[in-house]
């Protein structure tokens, strides 16, 4: 193939999921442009991940975005509970409180941001993220596959890829390539990444159907119902049933979970539509219900994470790197996550405000967070299995099954015990619909975030790192969110919304503001880099009406917090201190590595972008 055959981009994206099609809007928010190719003809057919939390919506807010998601969500108040229940129209065992409608953790939930949890299908996230990213300057190329590369050179990587409609490769050059296409991953495989693998947990059946069950749902919302029939023999396919709202109240995923221990197989899960139809319309219960199935499909539960998510300028993110069942609705919030981590690291290095090295703490940063998630939510699904237990439905006969069930209305101390263990049992389960803690608890440890100016040690993890949100400003937490006004009438705004935008900002208070904010724009210039300052609290910038930013600083009034324009916390000064421009230009110099660039910023030359050409493959 000749040279001018091979298309040529500096950024190329396999994968147009959550994390491609994210990455894409991250960078394009930097006025960065490449390719995305996606194996899949086009967005995702079905809805897959669907829980959007408060972490995966602040990364869109900041693109503009969460406007567009929230219009197509089903919002907080359907998600109020997740039930336990004989069929969906029959007997009620138990509810929980879910994705924090609990009335006695709403302060909690309002205290940690600005957004709320939803319920956004991947049928409705893909087409905004891809929309959105080919609006601003993504091409983007479906049924197109990732064969394998090479690397000639550190900063240039072949990619053969293949057109599955034409059945012709062709070869695409660019300087980084992210991996971006989910649980089976050419990229990763191509690189061979070591992937951390634990026993799976089989395998899960689900079944895509229209249903409308407005009238059942009227006093019993929620978008999560376990449904299981102690006195029926089930296949084996359909041991018991997670029914997932897909659309209020009237399209379902009915998530069909193999019986712990059961040596299930592919062949196994195999039925015929009308005996799927079967089983669906039994765990609705109620036969005046018309059901369409729309898709039927399986997948593996796996507990799997990479080593490493980096080799070189490839870069591997999303269900790539972190793959795992979906309790605790981690998995595409994660993806963006990991999105918004890279996206400005790849784009200040491309630009020459950040030194090469920055790119390495992407993987130190968020594969500890990948250990974390996979690990939180295979945890999820095992602690279903005490309740399972407690109501008999781990006993092969029906019979068995049955007589624990009566035991629940036995009036004496049988049915006590019984009664008071399946309570204890399904609070266990709560910590997978209030995992505030594993969604926002991250602390990023690289070089890319200063520590040395701490006096103390970082703070403990919580007692429960997984339900409680440990709020602060130690360097590689998130900042804070803490509602915000202006003095004159106005709507309120978040701390949030002051940081990010692809620039780093410095937040002070009245007694710092003259000097900081000085300080802030000398190293601005000195190093080539925007440092935004804003001042809170009496007459400043921004008005702390509630003293919520005065009470999670932790910081002096005349101290500073420095954040990292993915608002997570680079430095903080505990209290003024003299030599402010140097320190904060040597805090500047070390989490971006301008150091190793060798050269003052203001002399670099930045070399000129690869424009996305047109080529006989018809790209633009």
Known sequence: MAEEDIL??????????????????????????????????WSAETPRAHITNMAGLECLRDIGLEGKCLALATEGKNMAHTRWCHTMAG??????????????????????????????????????????????????????EFVHCERPSPDVIISEVHDRVSNRSYKIQSRFLFGCDGARSQVVRDLDIPLIKKPGQGLALNILARADMSHLMQYRTGNLHWAFLPEKEHPIWGWAAVVRMVRPWYEWMFIFLPQPGADVTLDSMNASHDEYMARVKELIGDD????????????????????????????????AVHR????????????????????????????????????????????????????????????????METIGMLEPSVEKRCEILAEFEDPGEKGRRRREEFQRNIEITSSEFHGLGVEMNQRYQSAAVYVDDEKVPPPPVPADPVKEYQIGTYPGKRLPHAWLNSREPGKQFSTIDLAGHGRFCLITGPSGAEAWKKAAAVVSETVGVE????????????????????????VEEDGCVLVRPDRFVAWR?????????????KVMRSVLALDELGVPRNSITVPEPIQNGQNRHGLV
Not at 13 to 27: M, N
Not at 351 to 376: C, H, N, Y
Not at 573 to 585: C, F, N, S, V, Y
Request: hydrophobic share 35%; with cysteine; charged share 25%.
């Open 531 to 554: 440092i935004k300052a804003y001042s809170i609290g009496w007459k400043q910038d921004c008005e702390d009406v509630y003293f919520d930013w005065a009470r999670r600083r932790e």
């Open 8 to 41: 040529k981009t500096d950024l190329l994206i396999v994968g147009a999921g959550p994390a491609g099609a994210s990455l894409a809007c991250f960078l394009a928010s930097h006025g960065r442009t490449g390719i995305i190719i996606a194996r899949d003809p």
């Open 288 to 319: 005046s219900i018309d059901v369409e199935i729309l898709d039927i499909s399986k997948w593996w539960i796996n507990e799997i994470v990479a080593e490493r998510y980096t080799d070189g300028n490839v870069f591997c993110l999303g269900d």
């Open 324 to 387: 795992h069942p979906p309790f605790n609705g981690l998995g595409s919030n994660t993806c963006i996550q990991d999105a918004f981590n890279l996206a400005w690291k790849i784009s200040y290095v491309m630009s020459g405000k950040a030194g090469p090295s920055l790119l390495s703490s992407f993987s130190l940063e968020r594969q500890p967070v990948g250990v974390d998630v996979i690990t939180r939510a295979n945890q999820g699904l095992r602690d279903h299995t005490p309740w």
């Open 91 to 144: 007997e009620e065992y138990a509810r929980i409180y879910s994705w924090g409608n609990d009335p006695k953790r709403k302060g909690e939930y309002d205290a940690a941001s600005p957004c709320n949890h939803v319920d956004l299908p991947q049928t409705e996230l893909e087409p905004i993220l891809t929309r959105h990213a080919a609006h601003n300057g993504w091409k983007l190329v479906f049924n197109t």
């Open 573 to 585: 000064a505990m209290k003024m201190i003299e030599d402010r421009e140097g320190r904060l230009e």
